[in-house]
């Protein structure tokens, strides 16, 4: 029986999550002199996406680059016009606090430079143009942790939130439980920065399982269960974008080729269908080569990239058949014709950015340097991803006062660069934030009602393993959602989740900490899960991730809008809302930029 | 270019160059191969021609006309 004895903490700032964003966050913040707590689910040292390493940092732009010229640069890219859809706004204040950000991860130790001092950068194909730092940071986790550790920030490894705590509409704090003792712990917060990543466990078997040692989803790890978005959900907080699910290719063999470095050489792999007939290369070379500027430093202009083409009526062309592709699958990959020297780089890629994965291919007998990878093209999906996440505005807070979302979390946000850069704005602003933050109260009988869902998994006989719900889910989203909607799925998929909600989660059975644990990640993963069937019964057009059989065409009149839901009295609202235009008057914060 | 040998399995077993040096300079000095692997990228980094930026271009635009000939259409 797990330990029900209370500990209670107060801090300024809680940080929740200690990856590439929240450590950042945290840190920034208690450079500033205030009180932090960072609670990490698994261990900082090694959590999240980064936690094998990372061997790119993405792109920057030149310091002072006005809103229009980096309007004009992206255009074609940011709206929901058939690509992504995010608030323009926060990713101008990202990109324009970049150069910042990367002198500040000096500060905390992560290298990043040749030894004459200059920056390591590489040629980018494929974002846009930008160069993009070729960095060597396998150890930027444990580097961070122990940057962290050392500003004084008191950090909580192996301690899950079970939820977030409020009072008249702000938050005051959370709750949560350590995972290797059952201890009960609150938190009592003025503000609290939620930096728990994306969502990656509501599909089928291929994407990260607890109980699976998988590697080939490293910028998704088996941890990402959606916490943050489930806890800001219940608490009020709206999230966006979740029926974009995402899709490609699932690289069968070696899952581990870092295509961070290794695409922006601008060296296409070659490809062959299991017919043996030659083609162009999915993953993880990608497009064509582009005329990518060579500027050989961070900060120089990069060409602009050229528009999508457009079908008549502004409409994108169809996406390729998906019948057509699975027939052609498997595709095998290879690499084996680059020149020796992109190898060996190849090879230092691996290692920076998943050693690990690289040691598994190379005791299975897997050498990428001369075999055939290969890849399925099958069109389902694998999690939810970059679209998606926690409505901010600008200022990154969501609707909850005082709770704010950074890095993956965010919706439109992904990938280190923006994450560590998020992390440190937001840390940054948090003395000016608690300056006119009350003192928290909390409501005990929340707290209360918190420590009963924290603890009923362990008052549980014979009950059902966590695993196993977990299981059920993704069936249900699989089978229910996949990756080809349509109506009369999703209604059954909503019917079968909620059944499997109202009888199976009551039951789940947490008798050690480590299932206590496992048992309210469930319960993240089975609201997300809901969120995701009812966003896609909503959206009645197919558009980037998100296909409809029913209505396959995009809808011109859901150009820039974005499906936002929140819960309202226990149920789940879902609606549309125009996302924001980009201020075009606004210039970044001299203190970043 | 290979595929699976007849038994379904790959090639014989191997060691990638950068992974033997890791190795090595982990167990001379017993450390993780976490910390050998940032000694070992450094020296292995030294053969590689990453700064020499004419080579780069050389090997990418080569490569680049090779892939355009064998689609035979403008980039």
């Not at chain 1, 993953?283 to 050989?296: N, W, Y």
């Not at chain 1, 050229?306 to 592709?325: I, L, S, Y």
């Not at chain 1, 005990?444 to 014979?462: I, L």
Request: net charge positive.
């Amino acid at each position: 029986m797990a330990k029900t004895t209370e500990k209670i903490i107060e801090t300024d700032v809680l940080v929740v999550g200690g990856g590439i964003a929240g450590c950042p966050a945290a840190y920034k913040a208690a450079e500033k002199g205030l009180k932090v707590t960072l609670v990490e689910k698994s261990k900082t040292e090694r959590s999240g996406s980064a936690g094998q390493g990372i061997d790119h940092h993405s792109g920057t732009f030149p310091r002072g680059m006005t809103p229009a010229a980096f309007n004009e640069q992206i255009k074609g890219v940011t709206r929901y016009t058939g690509e992504r859809g995010f608030d323009p706004n926060i990713r101008y204040i990202l990109h324009a606090a970049r150069d910042w950000s990367i002198a500040e991860l000096e500060k905390m130790g992560v290298p990043m430079r040749w030894d004459d001092g200059k920056f390591m950068v590489i040629d980018v194909a494929f974002h846009g143009g930008w160069p993009v730092l070729h960095v060597h940071w396998q150890n930027v986790k444990p580097i961070m942790a122990k940057a962290v550790k050392k500003m004084g920030v008191n950090v909580l490894d192996r301690t899950m939130v079970v939820d977030l705590l409020t009072n008249k509409g702000r938050v005051v704090g959370a709750t949560a439980i350590n995972s290797r003792t059952g201890e009960f712990i609150i938190i009592k917060a003025k503000t609290v920065i939620l930096a728990t990543a994306k969502c990656a466990r509501i599909f089928d078997s291929e994407t990260p399982l607890p109980w699976k040692y998988k590697f080939n989803f490293h910028w998704c790890p088996a941890s990402v269960s959606g916490d943050g978005w489930a806890m800001a959900y219940r608490a009020g907080a709206e999230l966006a974008s979740l029926e974009q699910s995402g899709k490609g290719s699932r690289i069968r063999d070696d899952k581990a080729l870092s295509w961070g470095n290794f695409r922006g050489w601008g060296v296409e792999g070659k490809s062959t269908n299991w017919k043996g007939e030659e083609g162009r290369s999915g993953t993880p070379s990608g497009g064509p080569p582009s005329g990518a500027q060579r500027s050989g430093a961070p900060g120089a202009a990069p060409e602009a990239r050229p528009a999508p083409p457009k079908t008549e009526g502004g409409v994108p062309p169809a996406p390729p058949d998906p019948n057509r592709e699975a027939a052609n699958s498997p595709k095998y990959n290879t690499l084996a014709h680059i020149p020796d020297d992109f190898k060996k780089r190849t090879e230092v890629a691996y290692v920076d950015e998943r050693m690990v994965s690289m040691v598994i291919s190379q005791e299975r007998g897997f050498d990428f340097r001369s075999h055939y990878f290969e890849l399925q093209e099958d069109n389902r999906p694998m999690q939810l991803h970059q679209p998606c996440g926690v409505f901010v505005g600008s200022d990154f807070q969501t609707r909850v006062k005082g709770l704010y979302a950074i890095g993956d979390t965010v919706y439109g946000v992904h990938n280190v660069a923006l994450a560590a850069t998020n992390g440190f704005i937001v840390g940054d602003r948090m003395p000016e934030i608690i300056k006119n933050t009350p003192e928290p109260v909390l409501d005990m009988a929340q707290v209360e009602s918190q420590r009963q869902v924290a603890m009923a998994s362990t008052q549980v006989k014979d009950g059902t393993n966590p695993v196993e719900l977990e299981a059920s889910i993704r069936y249900a989203c699989t089978r229910y959602v996949g990756g080809q909607k349509a109506e009369g799925k999703l209604r059954e998929g909503i019917r079968r989740l909620g059944s499997l909600k109202r009888e199976f989660l009551p039951k789940l059975q947490g008798d050690n900490p480590h299932f206590q644990m496992r048992s309210l990640e469930v319960r993240n993963l089975m609201d997300i899960a809901e969120l995701h069937m009812l966003a896609s019964l909503e959206r009645k057009e197919s558009r980037f991730d998100h296909t409809r059989l029913d209505y396959p065409k995009q809808d011109p009149a859901l150009d820039n809008m974005v499906i936002v839901q929140r819960l309202e009295n226990g149920k789940p609202v879902t609606e549309f809302r125009k996302l924001p235009e980009l201020d075009m008057n606004q210039k970044p914060d001299p203190a970043w930029c | 270019m290979a595929f699976m040998d007849e038994n379904g399995h790959y090639e014989s077993k191997f060691e990638y160059p950068l992974w033997t040096l890791i190795k090595k300079i982990a167990d001379k000095k017993d450390i993780s191969y976490s910390e050998a692997s940032q000694e070992a990228i450094l020296e292995y980094g030294k053969g590689i021609r990453y700064r020499d930026e004419a080579y780069y271009k050389m090997e990418v635009d080569k490569r680049n006309n090779e892939i355009l000939a064998a689609r035979g259409r403008p980039h």
